[in-house]
C-alpha cells in the first residue's frame, strides 16, 4: 500500500509515496513529478526519513534535471500526422461514414505506410482524433497482451494468477502479492520485443518478488536477450504518449 508525506530536508520540503513490500531494502524512484520510496514492510518512518534526507541533493539534481529535458511526444493527434504502433510509424485518417476505427495493414506486423481510419469528421479535433485512436491502441493492447501470455504460459509455463490493464502514469507493468500482473496500455506503441521484456519482468516477480541475482536469473530464463531490450525501453517516456 501507498499514502503521501511531507518532510523537510537541507534542500527543502519533499512530497512523497511511500510503498511497502516484501523488498528487502529501501529504495527511490524519482520523476519530474513525483518522488517514491520503496521500503520493506514495518521499516520506522525515523529510518525512511533518514534515507530520504541523506539522498536529498540527489533527489533535487535529479528532478531538476527531469524536469528540464523537454518531452518530444511520439504521437500526434491530427489527421494525415502519425501515432507509434508497435513500433511503427502509422497514419491517422477519417472516415465519417464508418461506425467503429479500420486498420488499413497487417496489424500484427505494422509498416510504416499502414493507415489508421476513425470514424471521424473531417474536420474533428485533436481531443476527438486523440480519443477514438486511443481507444483502438488500448483494445489491440488488450488483444496483444493477453497473446503473449498465452504464449509464456505455453512455452516458458508461467502465468499470472490474473492480469489487467493498466493506465499507471509511472510504470510500465506491476507483479503484486497475489499473483496479478499489471500492464500498462501505452506499451503497444513500441515494439514487440519491448512489450514482452515488460511481460517477463512481472511474470518473473512470481517466483522472485526482488531484483535480487535470483530473480534476474528468471528474467534471463524467460528472455535471454533481455538486457539490450531493458535499455532501450528506458528511453521510453510514459508522458511522452499523451
Known amino acids: 500500500m501507498s ?21 528487502r531494502t529501501l529504495n527511490l524512484k524519482v520523476t519530474s513529478e513525483a518522488i517514491q520510496v520503496n521500503a520493506p514492510w514495518h521499516t520506522p518512518t525515523s529510518t525512511i526519513e533518514s534515507f530520504i534526507k541523506q539522498h536529498a541533493e ?10 528540464s529535458q523537454a518531452v518530444q511526444p511520439i504521437n500526434h493527434w491530427q489527421l494525415g500526422q502519425t501515432i507509434q504502433y508497435l513500433g511503427q510509424s502509422i497514419t491517422l485518417a477519417a472516415d465519417p461514414t464508418a461506425i467503429a476505427p479500420c486498420y488499413q ?6 509498416c510504416g505506410s499502414d493507415q489508421l481510419i476513425l470514424p ?32 509464456f504460459a505455453e512455452h ?19 507483479c503484486n502479492s497475489r499473483g496479478v500482473i499489471s500492464l500498462n496500455w501505452r506499451l503497444i506503441h513500441f515494439p514487440h520485443e519491448q512489450i514482452d521484456y515488460v511481460i517477463a519482468h512481472e511474470l518473473a516477480h512470481l517466483r522472485q518478488m526482488n531484483h535480487s541475482p535470483k530473480f534476474w536469473a528468471e528474467v534471463a530464463h524467460l528472455m535471454p536477450n533481455y538486457e539490450t531490450i531493458k535499455m532501450a525501453l528506458r528511453t521510453h517516456r510514459i508522458e511522452a504518449c499523451d
Open 3 to 23: 499514502n503521501l508525506s511531507t518532510i523537510s530536508t537541507s534542500v527543502g520540503f519533499f512530497e512523497y509515496a511511500l510503498r511497502y513490500s516484501k523488498r
Open 58 to 67: 540527489w533527489i533535487q539534481k535529479t528532478r531538476t534535471r527531469l524536469a
Open 105 to 110: 495493414g497487417n496489424y500484427q506486423e505494422p
Open 120 to 151: 471521424i469528421a473531417l474536420d474533428a479535433d485533436s481531443a476527438l482524433i486523440k480519443q477514438h485512436a486511443q481507444f483502438w491502441l488500448e483494445s489491440r493492447a488488450q488483444q496483444w497482451f493477453t497473446e503473449r501470455l498465452a504464449w
Open 156 to 174: 516458458k509455463q508461467i502465468h499470472p494468477n490474473a492480469w489487467r490493464i493498466s493506465r499507471a502514469r509511472t510504470r510500465w507493468g506491476q
